[in-house]
């Protein structure tokens, strides 16, 4: 190195562990020693000193952090960004800090309140690649990317943390010098991680592994040949060896009770300039989107942001106006931006699933892409979802057909038509929806007193509570029972999805009660349901247990293939019900009703009945032909057929789903639409309690 290096650093006058802002300081505070903390940070500057010039800044009482130059600010030539600090406890840093670049001569950026950005600790310098790695997740955001970009006009990558033990980049990521990169990978989303591989090649970078993540490794300070830092195993020692490195190993633990080691100790204040674009290149790309409803009471507006995060993006509202009162809707105009392109579309494509739409002088048409191949989809289409859908063709909004979960949108030759299909289903020539633009999502807004009455979810799922759990799965019973009583009087169609366990648990006697009297029109199943309560009928039996009884019946676990010899050699169940071999059971009143059953196969299928359609893409057709025009779908204790079931179901019929089993209870009526409870309890109990309900509104009357 031609010219000698100049790093900041700040004596630790004052450094203690009094607050926390990161898991390192948790349990430390008040723990570090200040005599051995001095002594390994003059050990450190001792070490530096060798390799380049240190300048001081003067250490404030009150400010125990201000050790950690590194997050003084961001460094390039003689302009500096100053750091805007995410926590109040740093916040106080930034005016000495401010005072000391200005003092030195610095060209002093600042960036408007409330953009944090916390300086060299999560922008890094790439020298021989010419460009800024910039971190956010934890600290900074990435709305501060473009910022800094445009102010240095420097070309940044941003790269995403994941893991908040390294909430800041310098923590787990280090360009040195010719080229090379020492990182750990696990720091980062899978997105960051294609990023760094793009960029550095494989033969240039250095990976850490968790123990010496931990140890701080990756928070090296790296002058020339030389790197400086807390402790490296001996595996990264050799690999940084082999890339020409000496490593300088010095002890720095009181500091990392804080969460920092030897490169946030440091500033270097001489980065020489890099190529300057003239306009800033950045990746970060944003969308204004608005929502209105009862964002706050629903949880909408949680939601919406949550997962714009998740998803590796950041917000910023630019504009809410809170709804005052109860009935009143809140409406926010939120700015959402990502690190790419896809990515963004990613997430505004589920915000528009919430039901978000971009302000009016934005809405565009849909994009329309042709099918090429049967069954293939262009990519980029638009993935559906149960709420109702509306596409923006010829600057009209068009509603969207036959609504339903995972299909697309295909726009018919009219233009003014549009509806969900089937990936297998698309013709050549089909015009599907892709992208993001031109496509809104009808949300009811669900207000606080709507969703009272229906948060089945949460309500419902705690039977573990005592009493008052099991006094609300009989209150949501009486609904249901009324609603039943309700849809039968007005003729409305209801649907039920069994799985065999209603037999099992010797409820069959009451599903078939329910069809019998005229509450169920349809019945959607597997083989197996068909099978054991026909096995109920004939033998007494359900997979050989008898049901009265409760014990095992001797050569019973055969009883189930005699049935279904039985009903093969009839051809049917209806067939079996003719000829008087069926008299009793759930199927039996499907067929003297005359209500549609459709039993749809799977792999593990005995038999299977004649019944069971084998073929599982016309099992959906019949399911779906049969759900059509549902006001209310029963979904008792099959989690397969429910779900398959809950694809095809588009918001607005009320779901019903009881099983044992709470996460299959979240699963199918947690779909974010109000109209799904779910009950977790024993099937059996559930169907005989419905009977005892409607039986007692029978006696009453009318339900209506
Ligand atoms: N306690 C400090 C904080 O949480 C540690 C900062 C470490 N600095 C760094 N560049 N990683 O902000």
Redesign the pocket.
Known sequence: MSIRQKILMCAPDFYDVEYV??PW?EGNIHRSSRLQAVEQWRGLEKIVREHADVDHAIPCQGLP?MV?T??AGLVLDREVVLSRFMHPE?QGEEPHFKRWFEKAGFTVHELPKDLPFEGA?DALMDRARGLLWAGYGFRSELDSHPRVASALGVEILSLRLIDKRFY?L??CFCPLERGFLLYYPAAFDAHSNLLIENRVDPEMRIVADETDAVNFAC?AVNIGRTIILNKAGEELKKRLQAAGFTVVETPLTEFMK???AA??LTLRLTEPAIHRHERARVRVESRILRMEGHLLDSGLLDRALELTVQNGGSFKILNFELGAQRQSTSKAEINVSAPSTEMLERIISQLIDLGAVPPPEDVSDAELMPVALPGVAPDDFYATTIYPTEVRLCGKWVQVAEQRMDGVIVVGEAAGEARCVLLRDLAVGGKVVVGIKGIRAVRKTESRDLRESSRGVEEFSFMGAGVSSERRVELVVDQIAWELRRIRERGGKVAVVAGPVVIHTGAGEHLARLIREGYVQALLGGNAIAVHDIEQSLLGTSLGVDLKRGVAVRGGHQHHLQVINIIRRYGSIAAAVEQKVLASGVFFECVKQGVPFSLAGSIRDDGPLPDTEMDLIRAQKDYARLIRGAEMVLMLSSMLHSIGVGNMTPAGVRLVCVDINPAVVTKLADRGSLESVGVVTDVGLFLSLLVQRLEKLQAGGSAA
Do not use: E, L, V
Request: glycine residues 16%; hydrophobic residues 20%.
């Open positions: 802002i990161n300081m952090d950690f590194a997050n740093r600790g800041h310098d923590t928070n804080s969460g920092g490169k946030c």
